[in-house]
T-cell receptor, first 112, second 113 residues
Framework: DQQVKQNSPSLSVQEGRISILNCDYT??????FLWYKKYPAEGPTFLIS?????DKNEDGRFTVFLNKSAKHLSLHIVPSQPGDSAVYFC???????????FGQGTTLQVKP | DGGITQSPKYLFRKEGQNVTLSCEQN?????MYWYRQDPGQGLRLIYY???????QKGDIAEGYSVSREKKESFPLTVTSAQKNPTAFYLC????FGQGAEAFFGQGTRLTVV
């Protein structure tokens, strides 16, 4: 059973526009959510996180929104840049363990 | 400078052989993790360790073994019992606690022929 799901395998947007990446989860015990960015043949790098007590967290061009009732989170990138082209993973963790459960990833392509 | 190091970057082994992937960190993190990435399946947790001399199975531990004799090191052995070992393996570490971000190594691409 997939506890964290990213249902869109890929997304293509024009440079300067908004990119919205979505993530759904099933385990109500998750209380921290993180987004990672990954280039091919490299390890993921941390982007931004949000605690379940918040509904929004912003860091520069990146904003994460959390809707606990819908068990849904999204990552907004504004404005999108060609260098943002990568695979984006959402991840979740519960309060009793630090282990992260990852989604399948969404490949973002930002076209110049 | 601090970081997490995986070696080697590429590894080739014959079917039926055990192989050990190295992971070292100098971030003074308590927790370490091993993930496997396959196309279209994201990152799946193999094993994790929250403290020296202790580790727990993740979602896909069968055919793998680990040890945590030192805080800095968390080697992963891919045994001959692992049915489909060819994959990209990622090691990570974090401070132990709620919401702690994990720092990843550069990964090891294992190919079994």
């Amino acid at each position: 059973d997939q506890q964290v799901k990213q249902n869109s395998p890929s997304l293509s947007v024009q440079e300067g526009r908004i990119s919205i990446l979505n993530c759904d989860y099933t385990n109500s015990m998750f209380d921290y959510f993180l987004w990672y960015k990954k280039y091919p043949a490299e390890g993921p790098t941390f982007l931004i996180s949000i605690s379940s007590i918040k509904d929004k967290n912003e860091d520069g061009r990146f904003t994460v929104f959390l809707n606990k009732s819908a068990k849904h989170l999204s990552l907004h990138i504004v404005p999108s840049q060609p260098g943002d082209s990568a695979v984006y993973f959402c991840a979740a963790s519960g309060s009793n363990t630090g282990k992260l459960i990852f989604g399948q990833g969404t490949t973002l392509q930002v076209k110049p | 400078d601090g970081g997490i190091t995986q070696s080697p970057k590429y590894l080739f082994r014959k079917e039926g052989q055990n192989v050990t992937l190295s992971c070292e960190q100098n971030l003074n993190h308590d927790a370490m993790y091993w993930y496997r990435q396959d196309p279209g399946q994201g990152l799946r947790l193999i094993y994790y360790s929250q403290i020296v001399n202790d580790f727990q199975k993740g979602d896909i531990a069968e055919g793998y073994s680990v040890s945590r004799e030192k805080k800095e090191s968390f080697p992963l052995t891919v045994t001959s019992a692992q049915k489909n070992p060819t994959a990209f393996y990622l090691c990570a570490s974090s401070i132990f606690g709620q919401g702690a971000e994990a720092f990843f190594g550069q990964g090891t691409r294992l190919t079994v022929v």
